[in-house]
């Protein structure tokens, strides 16, 4: 009886406990439920983020000339990797990225050369990497831009530019091609092989639609149809006005006019819109408005040329008769620096767009005309 008795008290005394616990068990899992809520609620609201400023202000960004002057040339940022242009993030990207990490960015080797479209994206030809970045300043999208057919692959690309038909043109100086593609980075096809043998420079005259190559290997300018014909060549290998000593880059200002950096003559020269030689600008030497390498052309809203040379590592700006006006740039690694630069564009809005080669970036510039404070 006494045995029985201890069993049963035994067994009376685990029952309230369970039962307790029994009683609150729903309120301890509604607990657990509300911090998973919280959790959640708080990866979501952290994995949709809205878009970051891609060129985020600096604190004294360098600004040309200085003062007591009034500013023309204002530093505004680079890009260096896909990573620059901060874009919103869904709850499942966002939260992958707190579970697995970020994905490796994918950043320029070699910038070379640049060019913009209509809709706010800008191309960048690498040609170490060989390949084109492609940014979308609106979207935020990145892409690459490769040949996807097996004969035909980049093995040099140092030229780009963006035509009326709303195709990108690549000039690769060791393919002694023009790869074409379409505005959504789609391979076309090529053009001027025949006739090409190491392109570099690209510009695209709107009024004329035709693309102006300058090619270093032939010491000539030639001139393309929108289908690929060949129409003109300009110049042959010497050092009198017209003539060519590895010309590299080319640009067309708003009159018409051709600019062509005659690289290992040192000088600029200018030719009109029936592509005749007018006149010159520079020689060589270290003073101001002189070059020693000049590479990269480009005309603002105003038609001030633009000469990169990337010996001084500097950018040099002419008035249209060839006065310089300013310069600025100086060798470095920090905003307004270059190392080795080569490759210039001024979009629409007067945006600057230089490629800083072996800085791996490209340096975004705002040139602001007098009519504005």
Not at 22 to 50: E, F, K, N, Q, R
Not at 187 to 199: D, I, R
Not at 221 to 241: E, K, M, P
Not at 337 to 364: C, E, H, K, M
Request: aromatic letters at 10%; hydrophobic letters at 35%.
């Amino acid at each position: 009886m006494s045995k029985t008795h201890r069993i049963t008290c035994q067994v009376t005394t685990v029952n309230p406990a369970v039962t307790a616990y029994s009683h609150y068990l729903p309120m301890a899992l509604g607990h657990v439920l509300v911090v998973c809520m919280l959790l959640m609620t708080t990866l979501m609201i952290s994995g949709c983020s809205s878009k970051g400023i891609i060129f985020e202000p600096i604190d004294s960004p360098p600004r040309w000339p200085g003062p007591p002057e009034t500013a023309r040339i204002h530093y505004i940022g680079q890009l260096r990797t896909d990573k620059d242009l901060k874009p919103s993030r869904s709850f499942v990207q966002g939260l992958s990225e707190k579970i697995f990490g970020q994905d490796p960015s994918r950043s320029m080797l070699t910038p070379y050369a640049v060019c913009t479209d209509s809709h706010n994206r800008i191309f960048i030809c690498d040609s170490n990497a060989q390949t084109v970045h492609a940014y979308d300043l609106d979207t935020r999208k990145y892409e690459q831009f490769k040949p996807d057919a097996p004969e035909a692959q980049f093995a040099q690309p140092v030229g780009i530019t963006y035509d009326s038909l709303d195709r990108i043109l690549v000039s690769d100086s060791a393919a002694g091609t023009i790869f074409i593609f379409d505005s959504n980075g789609k391979y076309l096809g090529t053009m001027g092989e025949s006739e090409l043998s190491k392109p570099t420079g690209l510009a695209f005259d709107p009024a004329t639609n035709q693309l102006l190559v300058a090619d270093v290997g032939t010491h000539q300018i030639l001139a393309f149809s929108l289908d690929g014909q060949l129409l003109q060549r300009v110049g042959r290998r010497g050092t009198q006005l017209g003539e060519f000593n590895f010309p590299t880059n080319v640009a067309i200002g708003h009159d018409g006019a051709m600019y062509v950096s005659d690289t290992l003559n040192f000088r600029v020269q200018v030719f009109d819109q029936n592509l005749k030689p007018l006149r010159q600008i520079g020689q060589k030497g270290d003073l101001p408005g002189y070059f020693s390498h000049p590479k990269g052309l480009a005309l603002d809203s105003d038609d001030h040329l633009y000469v990169l040379d990337s010996h001084f590592e500097s950018v040099q700006i002419f008035d249209p008769q060839g006065k310089l006006l300013l310069s600025f740039g100086e060798e470095g690694t920090g905003p307004g620096q270059f190392w080795l630069p080569t490759g210039i564009y001024i979009d629409a809005d007067d945006r600057i767009w230089i490629a800083d080669s072996y800085n791996q970036r490209v340096q975004v510039f705002q040139y602001r005309p007098e009519t504005q404070p």
